[in-house]
């Protein structure tokens, strides 16, 4: 196994993240918070860095002082609400998402560190499209997995 990232595991962890979004929102629309939850406490666990550290999280939706998401607690609140502590949190990864597309700008790959800036679209089960600018980092761990380090997300800029 290298140890060096591939410009295909940057584009298969896009898709990972993305098809657990989705996961994530069907499983709130037809079962609940709970199922809703459970899908993205194992989508945190199995795709960001929280176990190498501090994950550098600015989620889309965020402000005040709670912009940005160091801790898995906060990241699992802006995905899922339902948290006292992040009172406006929605849940971004609960709004019915059916699909989501990125397309890159660029990436920039050093040994088992890699980062990646580009585009992401999600589509919702009534054809709603938002698109987001996006910055990834990852780090490849002992096991070979990537895990995202670091994660900033914002509207477009309307001039």
Do not use: C
Request: hydrophobic share 35%.
């Amino acid at each position: 196994m290298s140890s060096s990232i591939t410009e295909q595991e940057l584009e298969q962890a896009r898709k990972i993240w993305g098809d657990a979004l989705v996961a994530i929102s069907t499983a709130y629309d037809e079962q609940g918070i709970e199922a809703a939850t459970e899908l993205a406490n194992g989508a945190l666990d199995a795709a960001y860095g929280y176990n190498l550290g501090p994950v550098l999280f600015k989620p889309t939706l965020a402000s005040g002082e709670k912009t940005f998401r160091p801790t898995r607690e906060g990241a699992l609140s802006y995905f899922v609400g339902h948290n006292d502590d992040y009172p406006l949190d929605g849940g971004f990864g609960i709004k019915s998402w059916r699909s989501v597309v990125s397309e890159t700008s660029a990436s920039f790959i050093e040994g088992d560190v890699a980062m990646w800036m580009g585009w992401v679209t999600f589509t919702d089960k009534d054809g709603n499209v938002t698109k987001v600018d996006k910055s990834w980092g990852y780090k490849k761990d002992e096991e070979g997995t990537l895990r995202i380090v670091l994660h900033h997300s914002s509207l477009p800029y309307q001039p």
